[in-house]
């Protein structure tokens, strides 16, 4: 495996990382104070073309392989991971369903608006009763003459109330299960369909969390994604991809916390010398370093392979896995090295900390990721 990003690779991870450093550092309390989405910030990432990084050119996107995209993630996130996460639900699980399933109609009237930052994409497929069983969902969909009628409410949903676009799962046939969901893509002023509560999260400020909530409301047919029963896979398909997303955000935080640990071991003294020199804590940022270096191999192989067009489903998960599980454990022991002062609101390390938990929870929790790998190996 070459483990070298190629000239453009390293350009962008340059470009990401200057635009983080500059445009996103100076904001970060502010928006975890006050929970406000970032609007200024998502609006410039959309005129440097990173809201549509791997969508091909002829669809107004970047142009540019995955790994890029994935890179993009990752430096947003060492500074951001709320950032991280309204870039990656709206690449991989609110635009490239439409690119990788729509007809030559919806891509042209959808993509090169999403892709430009001026539209947001949005995902909604957890309901209050279905969340790892994703294939239980209630929300129903109805055809009436050249509608649908959906009824129903979805959860948790990322980017909600900013978003334009929503990918929809509902289910057009509720006896055959999982294969009876249907995706459909919803805009945001269709009829009957509104924005509910906005949840009050333990992390992640500034990244909308809410309610979807549909009644009665009218999608023209002409919005179906796919066929009807196509739903649950064009979901699972979209998912695998955005895990990796989802380890790259981790990875950012993980790298976050290995930084700010570092330099301030390297600065604060007791006992007569930096603490970093305390073995005690050295074997911490020892540790933590090599968890990174872990993370970042497996993130990077799981986004290769994307970008090869080969299959990466175990892979994203594992990297999924073990990137959130490392975010975790540095941001926690980040708050350690930092002392009585790492748990203050004045050292970066406790917003890391309330950030990186649910990394091991959306886009499947970590006991799912374990139930997917460990499928592929019963079936390898
Ligand atoms: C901040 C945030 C943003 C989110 N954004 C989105 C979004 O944009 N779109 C969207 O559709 N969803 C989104 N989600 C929802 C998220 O994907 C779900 O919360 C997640 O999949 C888990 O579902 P649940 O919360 O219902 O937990 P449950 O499924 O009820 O799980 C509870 C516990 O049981 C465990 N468990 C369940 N089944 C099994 C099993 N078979 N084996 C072992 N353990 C099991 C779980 O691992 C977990 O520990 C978001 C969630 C959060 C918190």
Known sequence: MNLRFTEEQEMMRKMVRDFAESEIRPILEDM????????????????????????????????????SYIIAINELSRVSATVGVILSVHTSVGTNPIYYFGTEEQKKKYVPKLASGQYLGAFGLTEPSAGSDAGGLKTRAVRKGDHYILNGS??????????????V???????EGSRGITAFIVEKDTPGFVVGKKEKKMGLNGSNTSQLIFEDCRVP?????????????????????????????????????????????????QFGKPIGLQQGVGFKL????????GAK???????????????????ASMAKLFASTIATKAAIE????HGGYGY?????????????????????????????????????
């Open 334 to 337: 980040a708050v350690q090295v």
């Open 154 to 167: 979805k959860v948790f949903i990322t980017n909600a109330g900013e978003a334009d676009v929503y990918i």
């Open 297 to 315: 191999l497996l993130t990077y192989k799981a986004a290769n392979l994307k970008s090869l067009g080969k299959p990466c489903g175990k892979d």
């Open 286 to 293: 020892a540790d933590m370093a090599t968890q990174v270096e």
């Open 169 to 175: 799962f509902a289910s057009t046939d509720p006896g």
């Open 344 to 380: 203050t609101k004045e050292y970066p390390v406790e917003r890391l900390f309330r950030d990186a938990k649910v990394c091991e929870i959306y886009e499947g929790t970590s006991e799912i990721q374990r139930l997917v790998i460990s499928k592929h190996l019963m079936n390898s």
């Open 32 to 67: 975890d104070e006050k929970d406000e989405f970032p609007r200024a910030v998502i609006d410039k990432m959309g005129e440097l073309g990173l809201m549509g990084i791997p969508v091909p050119e002829e669809f107004g996107g970047a142009g540019m392989d995955f790994t």
């Open 221 to 269: 047919v002409e919005n179906r994604l796919g066929e009807e029963g196509m739903g649950f896979k064009i979901a699972m398909a979209n998912l695998d991809v955005g895990r990796i997303g989802i380890a790259a955000q981790a990875l950012g935080i993980a790298e976050a916390a290995l930084e700010y640990s570092t330099s301030y071991a390297k600065e604060r003294q």
